[in-house]
Every structure is written in C-alpha cells, then in structure tokens.
C-alpha cells in the first residue's frame, strides 16, 4: 500500500538556526498537505501544495512539491523558540478518495 | 464557530469494556476521519466516513472496532472488548464537501484512551 516517509524523526536545533524535514511517497500524490502538532496538541493544518515544483511560503516556512510529486519538504528559517512541535505531511493519493497518509513527523525542538 | 468536538477528552476503560468515542465535525462539514495516533508515532488513518456512509475504512481493525456517522447527531467510533494495546490517542478530522481539496482537515482535541 501507500506509504509516506518522513526524515528525520527528530531535529535539535538552537535558536536562530534553520531547520529542514523531508518527506517521501511510494507513490505519485495528487497533492501533499503539511500539519504542525504542539506537544500534547492536536494536529494543525498549515499548507496543501497540489501542483508539481510548487513553493509556498509562509513567513519564515517555505513548502516544496518536487516535480514527480513524490516528495515534498518544508523548511523554517531562523527557528523560533514557538515553532517547536512536530511537523507532519500527509499525501492524498491519485485516488482521492479523501484519505490521506500521514508521514511518521519529525519533531523539531528549538533551545533558548 | 465551534472546531471539531470530541468528547469525552480523557477515558479511562478495564480491558474487556467497551469504549464509544463521539466527534461532532465543524459546521457545514460532512466528511469525517478518525484516526489512532500512539505515543511519538504518526498519525494512523482508521476510517473516513460521510454522513450514513462509510466510504474507506481500510485502516480499522477487522474486529472489535466500528465506526458510524448517523444522519443526526455525532460521529461514533466504538471500540468493544478493549485491551492495553488499544491505548491511544483517537483523533478526529472534518472536512467539507468540497474543502478536501483545497483546505485540508480541521482536527479535534482528541480523546486519550487508557486501558488499564
């Protein structure tokens, strides 16, 4: 079946740094969509990137769809000690039934 | 405008009993997802449902688990004759009708399930 990996599982960063995670399906997607969870949270959403080489930015977050749409990442300039949590992507696949896929996350911790 | 509710937020269950996990989807949505989230792991896709159908429920468990969402009231996800292993996070997500492609699934609080 589909599967959605996502590297890597954890991220140590200080703050100011920049930090990347990446993610990848064995299958073509129809479109990716990315989701922040805070520690003892729920699930966030923040982007849907639907068409291939698309980049979107939000503020300091910049989201990739590479051209097979296969893969994606996100990446965060200048962490902030408010942007630790963990970040998934979630592929919807050809079908597009609805269902999505979600990747295993990549928890991003910031030091002060 | 209320989010996605879900209730009760903690549970506590005896292995053997039943577990019933309501999620009432944000106004205006009619698609439903529930999925199953253990502690440092991704989030598991269990069922998706629209209202009286189930439309993908290849993530559920053959036995003990169910899912419906009734033309009234909430979304149900049912769990009979719990064991330790079914200790999790159960997190529902709506959407609407056409929102799925565009702006992605809103999620609930959650509801943690802990079998003792």
């Known amino acids: 079946g589909q599967q959605v990996m996502q590297i890597p599982q954890y991220q140590h960063v200080q703050e100011g740094e920049d930090f990347t995670t990446y993610c990848n399906s064995s299958t073509t997607l129809s479109n990716i969509q990315w989701y922040k969870q805070r520690p003892g949270g729920h699930p966030v959403f923040l982007i849907q990137l639907v068409k291939s080489g698309e980049v979107k930015k939000q503020k300091r977050l910049t989201f990739q769809f590479g051209e097979a749409k296969k893969n994606s990442s996100l990446h965060i300039t200048a962490t902030q000690t408010t942007d630790v949590g963990t970040y998934f992507c979630?592929?919807?696949?050809?079908?597009?039934?609805?269902?999505?896929?979600f990747g295993q996350g990549t928890t991003l911790q910031v030091k002060p | 405008n209320a989010g996605v509710m879900q209730n009760p937020r903690h549970l506590v269950r005896r292995r053997g009993q039943e577990a019933r996990l309501r999620c009432s989807p944000m106004k205006g949505h009619s698609h439903v997802y529930w999925y199953r989230q253990l502690p440092e792991e991704g989030l598991k896709f269990m069922v998706y449902l629209q209202k009286e159908n189930i439309i993908d429920e290849s993530g559920m468990p053959k036995e003990r688990f169910s899912a419906e969402f009734p033309k009234e009231g909430p979304s149900i996800l049912r769990i009979q004759q719990v064991v330790r292993g079914d200790s999790a996070a159960y997190f529902c997500a709506s959407s609407a009708a056409a929102g799925a492609l565009v702006s992605g699934q809103f999620f609930g609080p959650g509801t943690r399930l802990t079998v003792l």
């Open positions: 979630a592929g919807r696949g050809s079908s597009n039934t609805g269902k999505l896929i």
